[in-house]
C-alpha cells in the first residue's frame, strides 16, 4: 500500500517536472525541470528495486550530463521568442508523433487487458537478490561482445574528438615564448643616425 | 551461475585488427609527420595479416559465439575479405593524394581502420545488439573521416549533414530494435526468426512496425531512395579519398546488414518487407539514373549512380530466394569493385590545388593518356552493364532473380531504367574520345596509383570475361 502511494506521488511530480520542461519560458528552467523529472525517474526504478541503474542515472544524467546542459544552456543566450516561432509550422509533424505515440500506449492497454502477461517487472525478488550483481554478470559475462565493442566506440570517439579539434589553424596568431624570451636588443631595436633637424 | 569463457577463435580476424590497429594509433603518436609513411605501411600490414587471419585461420562452417552475439559463416569470411582488400585499395589510391593537399596525418588511416573492425562486426553480427554497435563504430569513424580536412569548408558542411541524418537513421534502427526487442524478447537473430515463425511474439503489429523503421537505417545506410539526400552532398564535399573509403567498402557491411537483419532475423515475414523493398528500389532506380544525367560534377554523377546501383541491389535481396541474395552479393561485390576503380580514376587526376571533379576535365583523356582512357571507359561501361564487362553479369544476375520472383515488371523496369543511365556512362566516353581537351598536361599520379587503378581496371575486365569464378564463390555462400 505505502509502496503504491510512493509511486503515484513521484509519477504525479514526474509527469509536472517533464510538462514543466517544455512549458517553461526559461530555457535554464527547462533544464531544472528535466533534472527533477530525471530524479523521480530514479525512485521510480528504486521501486523497481533497480538500485544501480537509479544511482547510475543520478550520477551521470543529473551530475554530469544536465551540468553541461546547463552550462551549455547559460553560454548560448537563447532567444526564446525565435524558437517558439516555428510552433504552428511544426505542429502536424508533432500531431503525428503524438497520434503515434497514443496508438502504441492504446495497444499496450489493450495487450493488459486482453490478459497476456506483459512483464515481469514488479514481481518480489528473492532475498538476498542483488541487482548491481545481476547487472555486472551479465554486462562481463553474456554481453562481454558487446560491452568490448562500446569500449571500442568510445577509443574512436577519443580518437576522432582530438582529430577534428587539435589543429593549428592557417594565419592563427600565437606567442612563441622561447623565441620572446631570447630576443636580442638588436632584433627589437634599431638605432637611426640622422642629422638634427634643419632650421626652416 | 557457471559461465563459460567464449571461444575466441571465431573472431580471431577481429581481435588481431583491433589489437594491431591500437599498435598504429600509438606508433603513429611518437612519429614526427616526416616519417608518416611507417603508420602508411603499418596500416597495410594490419589489412593483409587480418585478411590472412580470415582467409586461413577462422575455421569452417558456421560457428556462433559470445553468447550469440557473433557469427563467422561463409557469408562473413567472404564479405571480410572483400572489405579488407577494398580498404587496401582505398590506401594505395590515398597515400598521394593526402600526401599533396597537406592531409597525410596518421587519423586517416587509424579512423579507416576502426570503420573497417565496424564493417566487420556487422558482417559478422548475430544479434540486433551487435548490427547497433558496428553500425555505429563505423558511422562514428565515418562522420570523422568527412570532416577530416578541417580548412575545407565543404567537408565541414559535409560532414554536418552526414552526422545529423546519419544520426537520426541510426535513431530509427535503434526504435526498430527496440520494438522488435519489446515483441519477441529476444536480442538473437536467429531465435527472432523462430519467435517470429511461431507467433510467440505479442503482437504482429510491433513487430511490423519495428520491420518498418529498421528498413530505414538499412536504406539510409545504403543510400536508398528517399533517404539518399546526403549521399550527393557527401560525395561532393570530402576529399576524394574519403569519398572513395565511404563509397566503396561501407555498400558491403550495408548490404550485409540488410541480410543478416531482413534475411536472418525477419525471414519468417518476407513478404511483408518484400513489398517495401520494392519501392526503395523503384525509387532508387528511377532517381538515381535519371537525375544523374543533370550532373556536371563527376562525384556527384557518381553518388548518383551509386544510388541507381543501390536499387539493383535491393532489387536481389526482395527476391527472396537463394538466387537472390546470390546475385545481390554479386552485385554488391562488383558495385565496390567498379566505385574504387572509378574514384581511383578521379584522384589520379587531380593534381595539387586541382581537384579533377567536373565532368569537363575528363575532356579529350585519350590524347593525354590512351591506357587510363581506357580503362575508364571499362568501368564506365561496366557501370552501364555493357558485355563483357562485371556490371553485365551483375545487372543479368540480378534481373533474373527478379523474373523468377514472378517480378517481371519490376524486370523490365529496371532495364529501361539502365539503358537511360546508359547515357551519363556514355558521355563520360563520349568527352574522353571525342572532345578536345583544356590543356594537356601529362598525368601526375604515382605509380603505385597508376598500377592500382590498372589492376583495378584489369579486375572488371577479366571477372567480366570469365565470370564463373565469382558466382562459385557467391554460390557458395548461398546455396
Redesign the interface.
Known amino acids: 500500500m505505502f509502496e503504491q502511494i510512493l509511486f503515484y506521488a513521484i509519477s504525479a511530480v514526474l509527469l509536472v517536472a517533464a510538462v514543466g520542461v517544455i512549458t517553461a519560458r526559461n530555457p535554464v528552467h527547462g533544464v531544472l525541470f528535466l533534472v527533477l523529472a530525471f530524479f523521480n525517474s530514479a525512485v521510480l526504478w528504486l521501486l523497481l528495486e533497480a538500485e544501480f541503474l537509479a544511482i547510475v542515472l543520478v550520477l551521470v544524467y543529473v551530475g554530469a550530463v544536465m551540468v553541461l546542459f546547463l552550462f551549455v544552456v547559460m553560454m548560448l543566450d537563447i532567444n526564446v521568442e525565435k524558437m517558439r516561432a516555428g510552433f504552428t509550422r511544426y505542429a502536424p509533424l508533432g500531431i503525428l508523433v503524438v497520434a503515434i505515440m497514443a496508438l502504441e500506449l492504446g495497444q499496450v492497454i489493450w495487450l493488459r487487458a486482453s490478459g497476456r502477461n506483459l512483464s515481469i517487472v514488479g514481481s518480489q525478488q528473492p532475498d538476498g537478490y542483488n541487482n548491481t550483481k545481476e547487472l555486472g554478470r551479465v554486462l562481463y559475462t553474456d554481453y562481454v561482445f558487446a560491452f568490448e565493442l562500446a569500449a571500442v566506440i568510445l577509443l574512436v570517439a577519443i580518437v576522432a574528438a582530438i582529430t577534428l579539434t587539435m589543429r593549428r589553424r592557417p594565419g592563427l596568431k600565437q606567442q612563441d615564448i622561447t623565441q620572446q624570451v631570447s630576443v636580442k636588443r638588436e632584433d627589437r631595436v634599431r638605432l637611426v643616425k640622422m642629422d638634427a633637424e634643419k632650421d626652416a | ?1 557457471e ?1 563459460q569463457a ?1 571461444v575466441l577463435a571465431p ?1 580471431a580476424a577481429e581481435i588481431t585488427l ?1 589489437t594491431l590497429t591500437c599498435v598504429v ?1 600509438l606508433v603513429d603518436a611518437f612519429l614526427s609527420q616526416a616519417r608518416r609513411d611507417v603508420t602508411y605501411l603499418l596500416t597495410l600490414l594490419t589489412i593483409v595479416s587480418t585478411a590472412f587471419v580470415v582467409a586461413f585461420m577462422t575455421g569452417e562452417g558456421a560457428q556462433v559465439t ?2 550469440g ?2 557469427v563467422n559463416d561463409p557469408m562473413a569470411r567472404v564479405l571480410k575479405l572483400v572489405v579488407l582488400a577494398t580498404t587496401g585499395m582505398v590506401f594505395l589510391y590515398s597515400r598521394d593524394y593526402l600526401a599533396r593537399e597537406n592531409i597525410y ?1 596518421g ?1 586517416f588511416f ?2 579507416a581502420l ?1 570503420a573497417t ?1 565496424g564493417m566487420m ?1 556487422m558482417i559478422s553480427a548475430h544479434s540486433l ?2 548490427v547497433y ?2 553500425l ?2 563505423l558511422s ?2 565515418l ?2 573521416l568527412v ?2 580536412n ?2 575545407s569548408g565543404n567537408a565541414a558542411e559535409a560532414a554536418m549533414k552526414y552526422f545529423v541524418l546519419g544520426a537520426i537513421a541510426s535513431g530509427c534502427l535503434l526504435y526498430g530494435m527496440s520494438l522488435l526487442y519489446g515483441a519477441a524478447g529476444t536480442l538473437d537473430l536467429a531465435e527472432l526468426s523462430a519467435r517470429i515463425a511461431d507467433g510467440a511474439t ?2 504482429d ?2 513487430v511490423l512496425v519495428g520491420l518498418a523503421f529498421l528498413l530505414v537505417g538499412i536504406a539510409f545506410k545504403f543510400g536508398a531512395v528517399p533517404f539518399h539526400m546526403w549521399l550527393p552532398d557527401v560525395y561532393q564535399g570530402t576529399p576524394t579519398p574519403v569519398t572513395l573509403f565511404v563509397g566503396s567498402a561501407p555498400k558491403v557491411a550495408a548490404f550485409a546488414m540488410a541480410i543478416r537483419l531482413l534475411v536472418d532475423g525477419l525471414g519468417s515475414i518476407g513478404e511483408a518487407w518484400q513489398s517495401m523493398l520494392i519501392v526503395l528500389a523503384v525509387a532508387s532506380m528511377a532517381v538515381g539514373n535519371i537525375v544523374a544525367i543533370a550532373q556536371t560534377n563527376i562525384k556527384r554523377m557518381l553518388a548518383y549512380s551509386t544510388i541507381s546501383h543501390v536499387g539493383f541491389i535491393l532489387m536481389g535481396i526482395l527476391s527472396g530466394s537463394e538466387d537472390g541474395y546470390r546475385a545481390a552479393m554479386y552485385y554488391t561485390i562488383a558495385y565496390v569493385i567498379m566505385a574504387t576503380a572509378a574514384f581511383g580514376m578521379v584522384i589520379l587526376l587531380s593534381r595539387r590545388g586541382f581537384e579533377a571533379e567536373n565532368l569537363d576535365d575528363f575532356k579529350g583523356l585519350n590524347r593525354r593518356s590512351p591506357w587510363f582512357a581506357g580503362m575508364m571507359l571499362i568501368v564506365m561501361f561496366s557501370m552501364a552493364g555493357v558485355p563483357p564487362f562485371l556490371g553485365f553479369y551483375a545487372k543479368i544476375a540480378v534481373i533474373a532473380a527478379a523474373v523468377d520472383a514472378n517480378l517481371t515488371w519490376l524486370a523490365i523496369l529496371a532495364v529501361v531504367l539502365s539503358v537511360i543511365g546508359a547515357f551519363y556512362y556514355l558521355r563520360v566516353v563520349k568527352l574522353m574520345y571525342f572532345d578536345d581537351p583544356a590543356d594537356e598536361p601529362a598525368l601526375e599520379g604515382s605509380s603505385v596509383v597508376k598500377l592500382a587503378l590498372s589492376f583495378n581496371g584489369l579486375l572488371i575486365l577479366a571477372l567480366g570475361l570469365f565470370p564463373n569464378g565469382l558466382i562459385a564463390v557467391c554460390q557458395h555462400v548461398f546455396g
Open positions: 551461475m559461465f567464449p573472431a583491433l594509433l559470445f553468447s552475439h557473433f596525418r587519423e587509424v579512423l576502426f573492425l562486426v545488439l551487435s554497435l558496428g555505429e563504430l562514428l569513424s562522420y570523422a570532416a577530416f578541417r580548412d505479442l503482437s503489429l510491433w
